[in-house]
Structure formats: C-alpha cells, structure tokens
C-alpha cells in the first residue's frame, strides 16, 4: 500500500503538465548561456510556460468536464483522454506562438513545438496503442537535454542523468500501479527522443 502511495506520488510530480516547467526551470536557472537572462525575464518564462502547460489546460479541462455534467453528458475514459491532449496541443500551440516573435527565445520555442509534436503523436496513435505520456513528456526533456549537452551545454551533464533516472524510476511507477504496459512505456520514451532531436534539428 505505502509503495503504490509512492508509485501515484512520483506519477503525480512528474506529471506531463508539469515536465515542460522543469526544463524551462533547468534551462534557466542551471549556469547555460539561458541563466544570463535577467531575472525579470526568467520570472516572465516561467510565467508563460505555467500558464500555457498546466494553468491554462487543467482550468479547460475543468470547465469542460463541468458543462459536460450540466448537461447529463459522460465522456468514457477513450474520449476524455483525446479531450485532454488535444485542449494540451492547442495550449502549447499557442505559447509556442507567443515565443516566435522573439529570435532570442528560439531555443524555448523549440521545446515547446517538441512537446506539441509529442501530443499529437499521442493522439494519431490511439486507434493502435494507447503510449503512455508520462514517458513521452520525459523522453522529449531528455532528448532536448542530449541535444544541448552535444552542443556545448554541459552544465546540463547532470540535469540529463537526473532525467533519465527519473525515467527509470517513472517507468517502474507507472508499472506497479498498473498505468501503462511495458511497450507503452518504451514506444512513448523512444518516440519523445525522436521527436525532441528531429525539433531540436529541423524546426
């Protein structure tokens, strides 16, 4: 029992809403070239970043569920998960659109279209596999921390070996209390480094 309380604890804090605030927080405050912001500016990124990766989707997400019950309407567990991650893609969608303005804020822009790439992957592969999130999010952290370890940011050296423990020990969090199955885990991991190279890349 106290194991499982543990498991859904971890599961809880490295929540996908929540992995996009920590490496922006990684970014900025660990000493990389992004920790010269000043202070004002480090407060306004992280601003944006909660607002449109956990306020702004858990606040839709909330309402819809509320008009849903008003009006005598369920959404079965199938339906409320798309639900979530499309409301997801369009609020990542939207900060990346607030970053592109500013040719400085490239790097953070990046990674928010990675996490909106990993949305949408999600959500084109729910007729064949549900891939867990969880490990996606986290993939898509570790694969953006690798890229910028290769480009020179090594301060990051540890921030990554942080991140893949975390995912070792996500992954058996999710298997004890029964969330996902192994190739779930391992498809969403895979697939988030994939896609956090290929934007780190490409876009």
């Not at 639900?83 to 659109?97: E, H, K, Q, R």
Request: with cysteine.
């Amino acid at each position: 029992m106290i194991l499982r309380k543990i498991a859904k604890i971890y599961s809880f804090v490295l929540h996908p809403f929540l992995i996009p605030i920590y490496v922006m927080a990684a970014l900025l405050f660990c000493p990389t070239v992004y920790s010269y912001y000043p202070i004002k500016g480090k407060l306004y990124l992280m601003w944006i970043v909660t607002l449109f990766s956990l306020i702004l989707p858990v606040l839709t997400i909330a309402l819809v569920k509320r008009i849903s019950r008003l009006y005598f309407r369920h959404f079965t567990r199938k339906q409320f998960y798309v639900m979530s991650i499309m409301i997801c893609s369009i609020c990542y969608l939207l900060c990346a659109i607030t970053f592109m303005d500013v040719p400085s804020l490239l790097i953070f822009r990046k990674m928010i279209v990675a996490a909106l790439m990993c949305e949408l992957f999600c959500l084109v592969t729910i007729p064949f596999v549900r891939i867990s999130l969880h490990l996606t999010a986290l993939g898509t952290a570790i694969g953006i921390f690798s890229m910028l370890n290769i480009v020179g940011e090594t301060a990051l050296f540890w921030v990554l070996l942080g991140a893949i423990l975390s995912a070792g020990l996500l992954s058996s969090a999710r298997l004890y209390t029964g969330r996902n199955r192994p190739r779930h885990l391992l498809i969403g991991f895979v697939a988030g480094i994939f896609i956090a190279f290929m934007t780190m890349l490409f876009i």
